[in-house]
């Protein structure tokens, strides 16, 4: 009992609530955080294998409602109708191979159904962060090849870049109010190359794993080994305490004199305070294993101060 009130310490209470808080974090936020990552991606990488080995289908066919946006997204989908080239914005602070680009971002006003919002590609900032010349979408009926893009979630409030309404989100929401134009909400399409009114296309994302994975599970295992290595440091403070309290028992022990009085010399040939520094130096080498004379001159210092 004497040994574990000492746990009770500022000391050791402190460390046993950091380590809790550690493992509740490792287990309830930082671990769950990683996998539902890695799930994310697995479900991203399966609606892009989908997206490769479906051949593309009419849009209505495939979007018949506003969450075929995200359960089918990446697909490649056919839509007859006309390019809006008054109805254009950009979409800004967006990179493609390490290089700033603007995506360009057209309404499309298909033959059936509500108008939608299409990007076309994307263009080079140039200097001072202007919009170089593209071409504009063409005129006249057309058909496109695209892919379905759910809208982005965020602040997309548009500011004017050479003119023309630029935001960091795409929202359809927000641009449809901005452009005048009724688009549809939930999301958008990314024309593939080739196509009417191209330009240089979005490229998608690869097939990959991801380290996520791999991270949530060492946050699970960071906060498994958290408690047990709290639970290994007390188990040694204890045997060490342990070892110093026997070794102070065996100096403690009196010498048998026979009834003489030595006059306040140690009959048995053992001066006490020797017999006191050889049991320290023992628990000290039972503690810390041994160690080189540099560290055992230290710590004969720290066992002098001590018994001082």
Known sequence: MRSLRRFLSPGWLIGLLAVALFAWACFALLAPWQLGKSEDLDTRNTRLAESIEAAPAPFGQVVDGPEAFVDR??????LDGQWRPDAEALLRLRAVDGEPVYQVLTVFDPVDGQEILVNRGYVPVGENNTVPDYVAAPAGPVEITARIRAAENGQAEPVLVDGLPAVRVL????????????LVPAGYLQLTGDQPGSLSPVPIPGIENGPYLSYGLQWLAFGVLAPLALAYFAWAEIRARRRDSEGDDDVAAPVDTGGVDTGGVNMGGVDPDDAAFDARKRALRARYGQRDDAELRRAHRRADRLRT
């Open 73 to 78: 997204e990446w697909r490649l989908v056919t």
């Open 171 to 182: 929202d359809p929401s927000v641009l449809g109010d901005t452009l005048d134009h009724p």
